[in-house]
């Protein structure tokens, strides 16, 4: 089972990204996913999830308006729409999958993770 996270480089404050994480393996379309990131310096922290039916979502405050979480089952694709991206964004992004259909905040209800992608923005 293998996730790869891809579309994390460098922008300017304002600007948006668009993370893409495809699963590989197995289908992890009755599962729920989710992306983490960690700053230079902080711990890992929850960012968006997605159940697996797309009917539930659930974002940090700190990007709540600002971040998109998205699936494409056909694709076992799941997506991060990042607008409005604040120099405090910059982190290494991951994606996660669970044995759950709904998401959760806890990293720990995770048992899939990718090699993280990283996002720099700049003031």
């Known amino acids: 089972v293998q996730l790869q996270a891809s579309g994390g480089g460098l922008v300017q404050a304002g600007g948006s990204l668009r993370l893409s994480c495809a699963a590989s393996g197995r289908t992890f379309s009755n599962n729920a996913m989710a992306w983490f990131r960690q700053g230079p310096g902080k711990e890992r922290e929850f960012v968006a999830s997605?159940?697996?039916?797309?009917?539930?979502?659930s974002y940090a405050d700190s990007v709540k308006g600002r971040f998109t979480i998205s699936r494409d089952n056909a694709k076992n694709t799941v997506y991060l729409q990042m607008n409005s991206l604040k120099p405090e964004d910059t982190a290494l992004y991951y994606c996660?999958?669970?044995?759950?259909?709904?998401?959760?905040?806890?990293?720990?209800?995770?048992?899939?993770w990718g090699q993280g992608t990283l996002v720099t923005v700049s003031s």
């Open positions: 996660a999958a669970g044995r759950m259909a709904y998401g959760s905040s806890l990293a720990g209800s995770y048992s899939y």
């Open positions: 997605i159940g697996w039916n797309s009917a539930r979502t």
